[in-house]
């Protein structure tokens, strides 16, 4: 056991020699840290170089559940997390503590800086720099004796995807780069620093959202809840399958076999790129402009203009299609025409290899058959519904998709008496400034549930963007599985 592990496991020798140790390790780290390092000084908890006895001591180093550590555990474990995203970098560092055998998140500590690392484009170095302060916080957050082991991973998404291989690539370097001369954190051994893959995505959220409600702490197997995920560029879905015949229906490259606390789970996953919402909007203004809906009601229409069934009455948008400009002229009056529109851009004819499909050629366990769970989701999904439903600062809602789909028809007739029955809720007003969007967006998201991935109209989901105040996205899960892996304490 290393010098590290004894201090943190026994907590009993460390508040009787503690003091002297931590103050020698403290300086010796101090010593240690790169020319570069920004000051620290300030970062030295003061608490335990007086002797003022164990009440003292900081928060950082201490669990407000237990004093002893789990038997070769560390007491108090720092995960740093660093979300590269399109629009912005966002550092969690989450505190966890060993009480048991598993890591219980104990808090987390949060910040975010705009722009995203792709604005730098060539200056790969600028890039790297931009994360600084995030890495700042972490030095400050994190005890100095612990810098060397908290592991750190910055794992970048669509932004970086899209700028091509090359320059992510250097602007991936340098970043690596400086985290390995400036910044005491080891690195994750495995993509540590990276562009993370869209499946990878989807299965850490799975473990974060079951991680938070408690489905696979325990270490009796519980049921576990389903994941939906809708992004700007991409969607996701994860759930475990139940057994047949005690084998998992998850198949292929879908199949993602994975332990936690004793307990094996075989999920099923698919990131569909292509589908997220953006790109949705973009594909369904496509398939109207290319595909004129009948002008009933004889209106004269140029040849740049269309009529567009998720647009409400009365509204105009200008939209390039290619290089044509058209402006869209709005006629929903009920869902129906919108809806028929949005399952056109579900690939539903396309060949299925492996049966049942969802769409695109999709191989999926049927969710009517194969999953009786919960459903969870997040992202876009909730952030398109949850301003229309009453008591939207609850932090789970749930909504059957027969409600989903009336909300959707209301919001799409754009009618004053139908809007006078959101006016109780104010961010539904607010919303509906945006309604030219708003009818789009509610009948993608019910398509994509409903016509897409196969939930049937009975069946609840679970709406929340937080549980127990955490995020739901996939960093903490990621960061489950860092922890998973201990090789940062050189065990
Ligand atoms: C199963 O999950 C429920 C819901 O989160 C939780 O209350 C319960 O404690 C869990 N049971 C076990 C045995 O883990
Ligand atoms: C989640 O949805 C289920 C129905 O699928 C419901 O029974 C449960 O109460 C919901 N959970 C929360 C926390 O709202
Ligand atoms: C949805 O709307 C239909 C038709 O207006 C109505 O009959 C039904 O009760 C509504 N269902 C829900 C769950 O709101």
Not at 170 to 188: C, D, G, H, K, S
Not at 313 to 320: A, D, E, G, I, R
Request: aromatic share 10%; glycine share 6%.
């Amino acid at each position: 056991m290393s010098l590290k592990d004894n201090i943190m496991a026994r907590k009993g020798y460390w508040l009787r020699n503690g003091a002297i140790l931590f103050f020698g390790l403290t300086l010796f780290f101090f010593v240690m840290l790169p020319k570069s390092q920004p000051n620290i000084h300030d970062n030295i908890p003061a608490a335990p170089l007086e002797e003022t006895g164990p009440t003292t001591w900081p928060d950082s180093i201490t669990s407000k559940h237990c004093d002893v550590a789990h038997p070769g555990r560390p007491l108090i474990q720092y995960v740093l997390m660093i979300d590269a995203g399109s629009s912005g970098s966002r550092i969690h560092a989450y505190k966890f503590n060993y009480c048991k055998a598993t890591p219980e998140l104990e808090s987390e500590i949060f910040e975010m800086l705009e722009p995203g690392l792709s604005y730098f484009g060539d200056d790969a170095l600028g890039a790297a720099q931009s994360l600084d302060p995030l890495l700042k916080t972490a030095l400050k957050s994190v005890p100095v004796f612990l810098h060397k082991s908290t592991p750190v991973a910055v794992k970048a998404t669509a932004g970086l995807r899209i700028m091509g291989d090359i320059k992510s690539n250097r602007i991936l370097e340098a970043v690596r780069n400086r985290l390995e001369t400036v910044y005491p954190f080891p690195i994750i051994k495995e993509e540590g620093v990276a562009i993370m893959d869209g499946g990878d995505e989807g299965v850490y959220a799975w473990v974060t959202v079951n991680y938070l409600l408690s489905r696979i702490n325990s270490v009796v197997k519980n049921s576990t809840v389903a994941i939906m995920d809708l992004g700007g560029a991409s969607t996701q879905i994860v759930f475990e399958p139940l057994t047949v015949n005690g084998h998992s229906v998850a198949q292929g490259k879908h199949r993602v076999p994975m332990s936690f606390n004793g307990n094996n789970y075989v999920l099923y996953q698919h990131s569909y790129l292509g589908y997220g919402l953006f790109q949705a909007n973009k594909a369904i203004n496509n398939y109207v402009v290319e595909n004129p809906i009948d002008n009933n009601e004889d209106t004269v229409l140029s040849p740049d203009e269309r009529l567009h069934p998720c647009m409400p009455v009365n509204t105009h948008k200008k939209y390039l299609h290619g290089d044509k400009e058209v402006t869209l002229i709005g006629v929903s009056d009920n869902a129906n025409e919108c809806r028929r529109v949005v399952e056109a851009i579900f690939d539903k004819e396309k060949a299925c290899n492996l049966n049942p499909c969802s769409f695109d050629g999709v191989y999926q366990p049927s969710l009517t058959t194969s999953f009786d769970s919960d459903i969870y989701a997040f992202s876009f999904i909730f952030d398109r519904i949850t301003p229309f439903l009453a008591g939207s600062d609850v932090p789970i809602q749930d909504i059957t998709l027969q409600e989903l789909e009336n909300l959707t028809a209301r919001v799409c007739v754009a009618d004053e008496d139908e809007f006078k029955a959101f006016d109780s809720i104010a961010e539904a007003k607010s919303e509906l400034g945006k309604v030219a969007e708003m009818c789009m967006d509610l009948n993608y998201i019910y398509g994509l549930l409903h016509y897409g991935y196969g939930i049937p109209k009975e069946r609840k989901i679970n709406l929340t963007k937080k549980i127990r105040d955490y995020e739901t996205g996939w960093c903490l899960g990621a960061s489950i599985a860092v922890l998973e892996d201990r090789w940062y304490l050189g065990a």
